[in-house]
């Protein structure tokens, strides 16, 4: 594995009652995140490609966390996002880096499909650092019960030669989503938007 | 009395810290549950049904982190809880976590003793380890706003003096603890610290079975 792992971190959170409301099923939401090496920290680098190499693995290695860790065949995910935190030895650019060119198909693969754009964001930080995940339903983004976010921080993480990737799969929407919009029920699914 | 909003359960493999990586990873893992806190707002002077009322949620919470570390019971060699009450309560609705949460760690992973008895052991004898779980589960606890942390310690499950051991893990659910909500956290662990070696009580060191060495 190109990717140099100091620690891995999955989380799972489970809804059960919002406002006084009895959530039935509960909503859930898995958070993986790798903590690891940043192999351009303190130095520019024109070509980031080890990046996006290591972003395929963390894909595929993270999505599957996810999925495990929610119990579920991995086509009952129902949302996904992912996210990067670069410490501060590093360069924003390497969080796009290991997000945006590889890191989607393996995602997919684990979740089964994924017509739509996996929501993304990033940012500089450091030890404890919290990142919003953004998330959206996997096969049409414009599913309003499932826009969502889901915070991700690892304690003792970014150090400052580290990055902390994070994934998240859902198999729920927001727990009392009532804002009307495309329902999942209502989605074709072939264009990743409705 | 009872109403859990929300659980949430955390998982860390731990390789490395800049040493030599592990020959065995670091697992260890919390999980915390949101609830409503009944006494909020007023002091209430018997606070006792909530800690027996806690019980089977105890129960829950260990059955699952278990899952969530998939290990059995008889790997895990540390832990630690903890609580965090909303700003409407007060710091004595975190005590009553010691118990249901303390003794449902234990009998899971195979203490014999009776909850009444405290967390002091009788050895059968000088000779052989009178079941598992025998040291105290160390605890720490909080007034916080939602997205409060924790530091909950963790200490060896059979000699709370195991010096490799001593460790803490941070816990924290977003959004959570809301004013009349209290988080209550049980942490595990496979391993004591990655890189340890300042010496002291190792774990195959322990002779007395008295819960501390």
């Known amino acids: ?194 | 009395m009872i109403e859990v909003r929300s659980m949430q359960t955390q998982v860390e493999e731990v390789f490395h810290e800049f040493g030599p990586p592990a020959t065995q990873r670091v697992l260890r893992g919390s999980v915390a549950a949101v609830l409503t806190n009944p006494y909020a707002g007023r002091y209430h002077a018997d606070i006792l049904p909530m800690m027996e009322a806690l019980n089977p949620l105890g129960l829950e919470m260990t059955q699952r982190l278990m899952m969530a570390l998939a290990v059995r019971p008889d790997e895990i060699e540390s832990y630690g809880k903890g609580a965090i009450v909303g700003g409407a309560g007060e710091i004595e609705h975190a005590a009553l976590w010691h118990v249901p949460g303390g003794y449902a760690l234990r009998e899971v992973l195979g203490w014999k003793g009776a909850r009444a008895q405290g967390a002091g052991v009788s050895s059968d004898g000088p000779t052989g380890q009178p079941g598992n779980a025998l040291a105290i589960v160390p605890a720490t606890k909080k007034i916080g706003g939602p997205g409060c942390t924790l530091d909950v310690p963790l200490t060896h499950i059979n000699a709370s003096y195991v010096r490799t051991h001593y460790d803490a893990m941070e816990v924290r659910v977003a959004g959570a603890p809301a004013a009349d909500e209290i988080v209550f956290i049980l942490v595990m662990s496979l391993g004591g610290r990655v890189h340890a070696r300042i010496g002291g009580l190792q774990k195959n060191q322990i002779s007395k079975w008295d819960g501390l060495r």
């Open chain 1, 1 to 194: 594995m190109k990717a140099r792992i100091r620690k891995l971190v999955v989380q799972v959170d489970e809804t059960r009652w919002e406002m006084g409301r009895e959530i039935k099923p509960a909503t859930r939401r898995a958070v993986a995140m790798a903590v690891i090496e940043n192999p351009f920290a303190g130095c520019y680098s024109e070509d980031l490609s080890d990046l996006s190499d290591i972003g395929e693995e963390l894909g595929a290695l993270l999505g599957e966390k996810c999925v495990n860790a929610l119990g579920i065949a991995p086509a009952a995910a129902e949302s996904y996002g992912k996210a990067a935190i670069v410490g501060e030895a590093g360069e924003l650019e390497h969080a796009a880096a290991i997000l945006h060119p590889k890191l989607g198909a393996p995602l997919r693969r684990a979740v089964e499909k994924g017509a739509a754009l996996v929501p993304s964001s990033k940012k500089m930080g450091t030890l404890g650092s919290a990142i919003d995940v953004p998330l959206g339903h996997k096969d049409a983004a414009f599913v309003r019960s499932h826009f969502d976010a889901v915070e991700a921080r690892v304690s003792d993480a970014p150090r400052p030669r580290e990055i902390v990737v994070a994934v998240a799969v859902t198999d729920s929407g927001r727990p009392l989503a009532r804002v009307g919009g495309l329902r999942k029920h209502e989605i074709k699914g072939e264009d990743g938007l409705r």
